[in-house]
């Protein structure tokens, strides 16, 4: 053997030498790898620990229950009153009437005020809508269940401590002793929240519902769906099928790629100059929330869709070309339905990404406070995002809740648009 080349024995010593730092990488990127995950999924789970803390308590309501005495006199009305007269009457003089006399021995104005402020001005709705509709309670005693005010909610369910100073907590001592009254009469309970998903949006936190936002959600998606799936159909199929290769095609799809990375509040700021400034479109309507999101998500469609076109293999094609079908028959016949799975998916997660946008919608007016519920794509309204926003910012503790029971009403919206996108691909997909 040559003194120059290394022996036999230094050979495989320098092999198992390299094979144990390649084995001793593999090891580490693998750890590296479940050590990322295992930390995305720690902080994932942090995340939906803070918001369900925060937010399931918004679902359950303090209501208390009054026997309000409904007098003609206090409400203002005569003894054969219209329509009219009951609308305007003074519902909230017959709810403070029924507090007084749960409480003779108030007699102090300061007093008065804070034991008024135990029930939920909302009160004087329900009060009104009962009489309203049946004028006959006039002159009798109504007991019903009215919404308490958000204090009194938040100090029994406990986000107001009762150990605090008198000066560190919202409730006097001498209100918390008359909730613990009505707690000792059975009228103070703990129900399900249907004002969360029947109202719309309220100064008070007690009054305030996400019916609004969610139908203005839904006009908004209705709108980018009905925009956004045909025109990314169609541009997907003809930059993919029918478009010449040439520098015009590809100046085009090269800004289709670059749209599909500029940030959503750009569309927002496209969307006020032409939508609202040139156009002259209503403000803060879902028309044009649809329209900047559609321009938002049609990148994302045509991309998907060119992905799912360009994965059918060409043979399909040929063979339906062979026996003498159009390219349009072959389109429409063959290739459409098996690029279906992936269009449907970029389409749905598309969607997705519109229904969690907030910057955009901002900038087009849907922060505005809107009350009521929205009936068409013409009204002005907010959506999911937006309210959620708007709460973050308020101070009242019972805005927090509301804030998270919002947020996990649109993560469960996202999630059920997701497991839609999975089921679909699973239904539709056909391995080659």
Do not use: C
């Not at 100073?165 to 918390?176: C, G, M, T, V």
């Not at 199929?237 to 800004?255: C, K, Q």
Request: hydrophobic share 50%; aromatic share 8%; charged share 20%.
């Amino acid at each position: 053997m040559s003194a120059g080349l290394p022996r036999k024995k230094d050979t495989i010593e320098i092999v198992r030498r390299g094979l144990k730092k390649r084995h001793a990488a593999a090891r580490r990127f693998k750890f590296t790898g479940v050590a990322a995950v295992g930390m995305s999924l720690f902080f994932l789970s942090l995340l939906f620990v803070s918001i369900f803390s925060k937010g399931y308590s918004a679902f359950r309501q303090t209501y208390v229950h009054l026997d309000v005495s409904i007098d003609p006199e206090i409400l203002g009305v005569g003894a054969h009153p219209d329509m009219n007269a009951l609308a305007n009457g003074d519902y909230g003089g017959l709810r403070k009437a029924a507090l007084r006399t749960m409480f003779p021995e108030v007699k102090k104005r300061r007093e008065k005020r804070a034991l008024y402020q135990l029930v939920s001005s909302g009160a004087d709705y329900q009060l009104r809508d009962a009489v309203m509709a049946d004028p006959a309670l006039i002159g009798t005693t109504l007991s019903l269940w009215v919404p308490a005010d958000d204090d009194v909610d938040m100090l029994i369910k406990g986000h107001i401590r009762r150990e605090l100073p008198e000066d560190d907590r919202r409730l006097k001592d001498y209100q918390i002793a008359w909730i613990d009254r009505l707690v000792a009469a059975g009228r103070i309970e703990n129900r399900f929240n249907t004002i969360l998903f029947t109202a719309g949006d309220s100064r008070d936190p007690e009054q305030a519902g996400i019916l609004g936002a969610l139908v203005g959600s839904l006009f908004t998606m209705l709108v980018t769906l009905s925009l956004s799936f045909p025109i990314g159909i169609a541009a997907a199929i003809y930059l993919e099928e029918f478009a010449p290769r040439n520098r015009w095609s590809d100046f085009i799809e090269v800004n289709i790629n670059n749209l599909a990375a500029v940030p959503s509040i750009v569309f927002g700021l496209l969307g006020l100059v032409i939508f609202l400034t040139y156009f002259d479109l209503p403000r803060s309507a879902p028309l044009v929330g649809g329209l900047v999101l559609t321009l938002m998500t049609l990148p994302t469609i045509i991309i998907a869709s060119r992905a799912a076109l360009a994965s059918v293999p060409p043979s399909i094609r040929e063979a339906a070309l062979g026996i003498g079908a159009s390219p349009m028959q072959t389109l429409l016949f063959h290739v459409l339905p098996l690029a279906l799975p992936g269009v449907l998916t970029g389409t749905i997660i598309g969607m997705a990404r519109a229904l969690g946008e907030t910057a955009p919608l901002l900038m087009i007016g849907m922060v505005a406070f809107i009350v009521d519920i929205p009936t068409g794509i013409f009204d002005p309204s907010t959506v999911l995002p937006v309210q959620i926003y708007l709460w973050a910012d308020s101070p009242e503790r019972g805005f927090v809740e509301r804030t998270s029971a919002a947020i996990m009403v649109l993560l469960i919206f996202l999630i059920v648009m997701n497991a839609l996108a999975v089921i679909l691909r699973k239904s539709f997909e056909r391995r080659w």
